[in-house]
């Protein structure tokens, strides 16, 4: 006797959600969006291919969860009886069009994708791509919040093994993957001291820091995560980022985990978070309003093993899981 | 916008070790930290190490970051004196070796001396566990004549060779139950770092007191999970925090002259990404940042 195991198509959609258009998103539902660009990337390229990588593997992830549950899980964690959402509320809005030798197209594409997600009231969630795409889907919510709500203002949350708070590179000026932070801070309603680092580690320019600093944003590093803890990194975290805010954004670069976990990546580092501490991080991040969530820099040619993009679609699972999840009752 | 505003920095064609000047011996003044290749692979194929290691350098070396302005250890908050860098890192090349006239061993040994005599501190890389000690031989050979002999610390999952004569001054860091340890004046092993690393690295550098010191870090001391290195697989070898910590302790003694050896660029998979020699040499910059005095002091604490 065998077992269907049903068809193995080559579109796939991020956690085996639905595809659509903007228009078809509803409030409450998540948006994914595509950034396959590494054109921004200076050295070790091979992010494009990211965006692909996760689509099959997040909704490996979620099939697996479906059969082994039948739609019914007990999450050993919390001790509770848990229901998967609906496939309708999980929107794949598909990838923005990425034009490599026009760095302003790209970012008026990406930002177009996550500011029509706000406006409709989803959360957009914008998978790139090198960490440069990280500044339009930020600037696209930024610019939808300001429509929206023009007072409003939002934090912002970095989890990476690097700063990216370059001005410019020699060689690529204003727009590559060590600028999308200072890119992101000069948005008129990202509040700049509202900015946290976490997962910092090795070599970084003692200017930046001190600037960094100097306006009041906060930066841990890999040994402030060990040291302090990263639940609690965590929740110092979303305290700053949430003063005078009420929403913030958030970046996930894979780069911040130790490359013994995580090879797949462009720039690696000296990181040493290990994949518990990433998901205790996000465990608390989950919780927070997020207006925003990119995770960035999986490279999947980089990883002849795969397991870059299966550890990248568990700590994505992580925070979104009240999305993907829903709590039924407990268990004793 | 165009993407590209100004040329790439050379990541092609020929690349010294850290970025450094290509010299010849005579060049050489004291202070300077001189890098030369070994192509010699007698099990694996470390033949290939020096060319790996001068490749991966050209992305590593924080003193010759343009971006960086001001290099900074997020980790430790201490900053690098970039400009007290400058001219002291150098790369002779490939050693030469005319192997009908003498083998490969004394040529490491007559080249480490002669850097060594003008003052000059040599980084060997590439070849196996048995040409770092012979690197440490020509330390000896270039003190010779000096009241103190020098010494030795051989970092590997298992010492294979020793120096040749008395154990004055040889220290061992390795996995434990090795044999060859007890050839060793001073056996430690990487568990001793690890229940207390202050009176482990306090031994150790009271074992060499004022002695000029030869590092040999083999590449089997590594763990494997940074990304495997060497031919053998170690899963309990030396993590990178741990490696970082000990070349920084070790860059403040009388380092004398150093050698990598063991790494073999091409594991099958992982050379791909060649990420343990990337924080290989991550590890190896700190301990000349170390040796060279070039670290600032620490900062205030983080958050």
């Known amino acids: 006797m065998t077992t269907p195991i049903g068809f193995s ?60 549950g039948q739609g019914q899980l007990f999450d050993l964690a919390t001790g509770q009886i848990c229901r998967l959402t609906p496939c309708r509320k999980l929107v794949d809005l598909g990838d923005a069009a990425i034009d490599p030798l026009d760095v302003e197209q790209m970012i008026r594409s990406i930002a177009g994708l996550t500011g029509g997600a706000i406006r409709q009231g989803a959360l ?11 500044y339009p ?82 930066i841990f590093s890999a040994e402030d995560v060990h040291r302090i803890g990263a639940r609690e990194v965590a929740r110092r975290a979303v305290a700053h980022a949430l003063r005078n805010c009420d929403r913030l954004y958030l970046t996930m670069d894979v780069d911040a985990l130790d490359s013994g976990f995580l090879p797949g990546t462009g720039s690696i580092v000296h990181g040493e978070i290990t994949c518990r501490q990433y998901l205790d991080l996000l465990e608390v991040f989950a919780e927070a309003p997020l207006c925003g969530i990119d995770m960035v820099e999986v490279s999947p040619p ?31 | 916008m165009s993407l590209r505003i100004e040329p790439l920095p050379r990541m092609a064609g020929h690349l010294p070790f850290m970025r ?14 001189a890098a030369f290749g070994v192509r010699a692979g007698r099990d694996a194929r470390t033949d290939l190490a020096a060319l790996a290691m001068r490749e991966t350098s050209a992305y590593f070396g924080s003193h010759f970051n343009a971006n960086m302005k001001s290099a900074m250890d997020i980790d430790q908050r201490q900053p690098l004196r970039s400009a007290a860098m400058a001219g002291a890192m150098v790369d002779l090349g490939d050693i030469e070796v005319d192997m009908a006239a003498f083998g490969l061993d004394i040529a490491i040994r007559q080249i480490v001396a002669r850097i060594c005599r003008r003052g000059a501190i040599p980084i060997m890389l590439g070849g196996d566990q048995a040409d770092g000690v012979s690197a440490s031989a020509g330390l000896g050979e270039a003190h010779a004549e000096s009241p103190e002999s020098p010494a030795l610390v051989l970092i590997c999952a298992a010492p294979r060779a020793g120096p040749a004569g008395t154990a004055d001054g040889f220290c061992t860091l390795s996995q434990p139950l090795r044999e060859n340890n007890r050839h060793a ?113 620490r900062l205030e604490p983080g958050p």
């Open chain 2, 185 to 297: 004046g001073l056996a430690l092993t990487f568990q001793d770092l690890r229940k207390s690393f202050e009176c482990a690295v306090g031994m150790m550098l009271d074992h060499f007191g004022t002695k000029p010191v030869h590092v040999a870090l083999d590449a089997s001391a590594i763990a494997s999970h940074w990304h495997a290195t060497h031919a053998d697989a170690g899963f309990d070898g030396l993590s990178l925090s741990e490696c970082r910590a000990l070349f920084r302790r070790l860059g403040r003694a009388n380092i004398a002259s150093l050698s990598i050896t063991g790494l073999d660029p091409t594991i099958n998979g992982l050379s791909l990404v060649k990420t343990g020699q990337r924080l290989l040499l991550t590890a190896i910059l700190d301990l000349i940042y170390a040796r060279l005095d070039v670290l600032g002091p």
């Open chain 1, 137 to 218: 889907a930020c600037l696209g919510v930024s610019e939808a919040l300001m429509e929206c709500e023009p007072d409003a203002r939002f934090g912002y949350i970095q989890i990476d093994g690097h700063l990216d708070f370059c001005d410019r590179l020699a060689a690529w000026g204003p727009f590559n993957h060590a600028t999308n932070a200072r890119r992101c801070s000069e948005l008129p309603n990202l509040r700049r001291e509202n900015m946290v680092w976490i997962g910092i580690a090795g070599w970084v320019d003692g200017n930046d820091v001190s600037e960094i600093e100097g306006f009041g944003g906060l």
């Open chain 1, 9 to 68: 198509s080559p579109v796939r959609h991020f956690f085996a959600g639905e595809p659509a258009g903007i228009a078809a998103l509803r409030p409450g539902d998540t948006a994914f969006i595509g950034m396959p660009s590494d054109a921004t990337h200076t050295s070790r390229i091979g992010a494009r291919f990211g965006p692909r990588a996760l689509r099959h593997e997040t909704s490996q992830l979620m099939a697996a969860l479906r059969r082994e």
């Open chain 1, 124 to 134: 957009p969630v914008a998978i790139g791509g090198d960490h440069f795409n990280s």
């Open chain 1, 302 to 332: 980089l990883d002849p093993s795969g397991r870059s993009e299966a550890i990248a679609a568990q700590l994505l699972f992580e925070v979104l899981r009240p999305r993907l999840i829903t709590a039924e009752g407990a268990q004793a």
């Open chain 2, 20 to 33: 450094g000047r290509l010299v010849r011996i005579d060049d050489l003044v004291p202070g300077m930290v």
